[in-house]
């Protein structure tokens, strides 16, 4: 079996405790049949091996693979996956980028995937909920642990640097049934094979079936940080879910280890600790104010994020969106002055004055020549999916200039 070192991906927070973990490749068939790639992987003074390798294996197979209370990272691919190449605008929500890859489909039937090509490209993949939801109750019921799902071939990403690939060249790349088109580093293009022949891959020593590849990148995923997944609530949980479980074995590890410690210890080793805690004590004793003044930064360090918190300032800010949604729809004799967002309010309480940000308002002033133009304009804010209200607060027209100015005030659909 051929190993390659492992050191420079590891650190203390990914080091996986002494329990079973797999990557399994799902693979959605046109005959409502699913079959299952698994790789395990196990490390040896830093040194991996595949420790045992299961292809094309039916869901009553894999459940006799994969021991219980196990923990998986799934990749699927096959005839349930739809992925499109699209164009990207930071500003574009979940159900614009799954209607751009699925044009009509209901977002909320759809799980999905960003993989970023360019600032301005991105491939969507998707999946329906039902089939996905369908997976993660069979692997539930087996007491399988799912910690990420990912679609397509694009979690292939995260080990290109152990296939000595060119960052600086166009190549191709055959994976399974894929062939990549590789372009500074990323997954230009993709191809879906429908004979892939059989290539072995040659990753820093160790040889690997094509066939097996997108498993043990799934695998890989317990040992190197993986972006390119489903970002779900539902694997975000089982994700923290991992975390208490390899910090459970790493209690009972140190337990142990502290507990065989205590039974062999001589008396001097203990008279050596008992002398460090009380020099240690001292210290604390000395540094008893620096602890306090550290204690009080806290505490107004927590009421100021309280208090940004309360007027709504932590929140991602929206001001330029509505900035060109308010230009997109100006009639052309309305000219703008000024807009104020999140304005100020000051309050009196138990004598006191206390100034609030209203998070939820936004001032406009300007003039305008007609009146029609004016409530035109008006009526064109009211059908913003985010403004909850419009108010006039004040209309004067001066008829020296034939101008009116105006004030209005817009509330907020708050999320």
């Known amino acids: 079996m051929a190993f390659f070192d492992i050191q420079e991906f590891l650190s203390a927070d990914n080091m996986l405790p002494k329990n079973h973990h797999y990557g399994v490749e799902c693979i959605l068939k046109d005959d409502d049949q699913t ?14 091996e595949i420790k045992y390798s299961f292809e094309e294996r039916t869901s009553d197979e894999l459940k006799k693979i994969i021991k219980k209370d196990s923990a998986i990272n799934l990749i699927i691919n096959g005839k349930g996956v739809i992925t499109k190449k699209i164009s990207f605008n930071p500003a574009d929500e979940d159900a614009l980028l799954i209607s751009k890859c699925l044009p009509g489909a209901n977002a909320s039937d ?3 995937q ?14 329906r909920k039902q089939s996905l939801d369908g997976l993660l109750k069979y692997f539930q019921a087996n007491k399988i642990l799912v910690v990420s799902v990912s679609l397509g071939p694009f979690s292939i990403e995260n080990i290109f640097s152990l296939l000595n690939l060119n960052q600086y060249l166009e190549q191709q790349l055959q994976i399974g049934s894929f062939e990549l088109n590789i372009l500074s580093g990323k997954i230009d ?19 690997i079936k094509s066939s097996l590849a997108f498993a043990f990148v799934a695998a890989m995923g317990f040992y190197i940080s993986n972006e390119i997944k489903i970002q ?54 000395v540094n008893q104010e620096k602890l306090t003044k550290y204690e009080n930064l806290k505490t107004e360090i927590t009421e100021k994020r309280d208090l940004l918190s309360k007027n709504g300032l932590l929140q991602s800010s929206k001001i330029s969106y509505y900035s060109d949604q308010i230009a997109a729809g100006l009639h052309e004799e309305v000219k703008l002055t000024r807009m104020e967002f999140s304005p100020i309010k000051k309050v009196s309480k138990d004598g006191k004055d206390e100034l609030f940000f209203q998070g939820e308002k936004l001032l406009i002033s300007g003039h305008c020549s007609e009146s029609f133009d004016f ?3 008006i009526k064109t804010l009211q059908k913003l999916k985010w403004v909850k209200a419009v108010s006039i607060l004040h209309y004067m027209q001066d008829r020296s200039s034939e101008l009116a100015s105006f004030n ?8």
Not at 189 to 207: A, C, M, R, T, V
Not at 408 to 415: T, W
């Open 35 to 48: 079959c299952f790639t698994t790789v395990s992987l196990s490390d040896k003074k830093k040194k991996l």
């Open 110 to 112: 759809f799980y999905f």
């Open 114 to 127: 960003k993989y970023m090509v360019s600032e301005t490209v991105a491939y969507i993949s998707v999946i």
């Open 189 to 207: 293009g993709i191809k879906s094979l429908e004979n892939s022949p059989e290539q072995y891959l040659q990753i820093s020593g160790l040889e």
């Open 232 to 285: 779900d609530a539902v694997f975000l949980q089982n994700k923290e879910e991992h975390k208490e479980l390899k910090l459970h074995n790493r209690m009972m590890q140190g337990f142990m280890a502290a507990l065989v410690i205590i039974c062999f210890s001589s008396f001097g080793v203990y008279k050596y600790y008992r002398s460090e805690f009380k020099t240690y004590y001292a210290k604390v004793q």
């Open 375 to 377: 409530n035109e304009w």
């Open 408 to 415: 209005i005030e817009l509330q907020l659909n708050q999320p």
